[in-house]
């Protein structure tokens, strides 16, 4: 690509694509309400979430940890769902 984008109808998918990359396979980016890091983040049920972890939000999370993730990100996790932010898939 060279030079910016001048067609406001291209600017207009280009953000619309960015916006759907945040809902691909039902993921939502969930933001840790400590180190402000997103991950993205699914539920099937209530009881099992997937979390993806970007290599930004490793790098930006202070707390994170290869095995657990970031502690406060789970808070944050169940904070979106009980505000209606994160879906539940299937119930
Ligand atoms: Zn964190």
Known sequence: MTGPLRDPRELAA???ADRRAHLVDGLT???CRRC???A???KSSLAQTSIQWTAEA???CQA???ST???DLHGSIDAAVAAGRL???GG
């Open 29 to 31: 980016a969930v933001e």
């Open 40 to 42: 993205l983040v699914r």
């Open 14 to 16: 280009a953000t619309a």
């Open 64 to 66: 994170y940890l290869a």
């Open 58 to 60: 490793v790098h930006r």
């Open 36 to 38: 402000g890091a997103c």
């Open 69 to 71: 993730g970031c502690a």
């Open 87 to 89: 879906p539940v898939h």
